[in-house]
T-cell receptor, first 115, second 112 residues
Framework: AQSVSQHNHHVILSEAASLELGCNYS??????LFWYVQYPGQHLQLLLK??????LVKGIKGFEAEFIKSKFSFNLRKPSVQWSDTAEYFC?????????????FGTGTKLQVIP | DGGITQSPKYLFRKEGQNVTLSCEQN?????MYWYRQDPGQGLRLIYY???????QKGDIAEGYSVSREKKESFPLTVTSAQKNPTAFYLC???????????FGEGSRLTVL
């Protein structure tokens, strides 16, 4: 089945460590890609998005992601995490299905940053 | 303030009862979505609508129904046919064609 995969379900890092969260999708054709974050007790909010152009996109709070079309991937990175980055991170893909645009999310990755 | 309002925040229901969750937005968005969030399963799409009077089944539509009579409103009914309705339900809206989604605070349904 077509899907969005996040292979890391739970990641634990110390402050200042580098972060990379994987996201792979299996849809062909045109896709738009997103990373959302859900801090404890808060709404889901957008971290960054890719529609076209430069495959390396920068988002809020020092996050960035790279779209690699040949690998169907959109991995999220941050060079140095902070305790305040503790949250759940979701990859999402907009893709076409039967003439409609669906927005499908991955299963999420819980990041715990230890001070 | 512009945004998405979901109500109620918490809802308890007896087995066999239908319940309707409200979602209202004043962002003038054409597209609206309902997701279910369960631990370890991320957000799963229940129904979505790109314009008024039109909606499509998502990946887990069985046991749910929706309507889209007004642009601002996209209520979700959890019917007694839904085998495992206890969950956290999220409503979202966005432009059509969609870009960023904006989420409500969610409704937590517990079936007793």
């Amino acid at each position: 089945a077509q899907s969005v995969s996040q292979h890391n379900h739970h990641v634990i890092l110390s402050e200042a460590a580098s972060l990379e969260l994987g996201c792979n999708y299996s849809y062909g054709g045109t896709v738009n890609l997103f990373w959302y974050v859900q801090y404890p007790g808060q709404h889901l909010q957008l971290l960054l998005k890719y529609f076209s152009g430069d495959p390396l996109v920068k988002g809020i709070k020092g996050f960035e992601a790279e779209f690699i079309k040949s690998k169907f991937s959109f991995n999220l990175r941050k060079p140095s995490v902070q305790w305040s980055d503790t949250a759940e991170y979701f990859c999402a893909v907009i893709h076409y299905s039967g003439g409609y645009q669906k927005v499908t999310f991955g299963t999420g990755t819980k990041l715990q940053v230890i001070p | 303030d512009g945004g998405i309002t979901q109500s109620p925040k918490y809802l308890f229901r007896k087995e066999g009862q239908n319940v309707t969750l409200s979602c209202e937005q004043n962002l003038n968005h054409d597209a609206m979505y309902w997701y279910r969030q369960d631990p370890g399963q991320g957000l799963r799409l229940i129904y979505y609508s790109q314009i008024v009077n039109d909606f499509q089944k998502g990946d887990i539509a069985e046991g749910y129904s929706v309507s889209r009579e007004k642009k601002e409103s996209f209520p979700l009914t959890v019917t007694s046919a839904q085998k495992n309705p206890t969950a956290f339900y999220l409503c979202a809206s966005g432009l059509s064609p969609p870009g960023e989604l904006f989420f409500g605070e969610g409704s937590r349904l517990t079936v007793l």
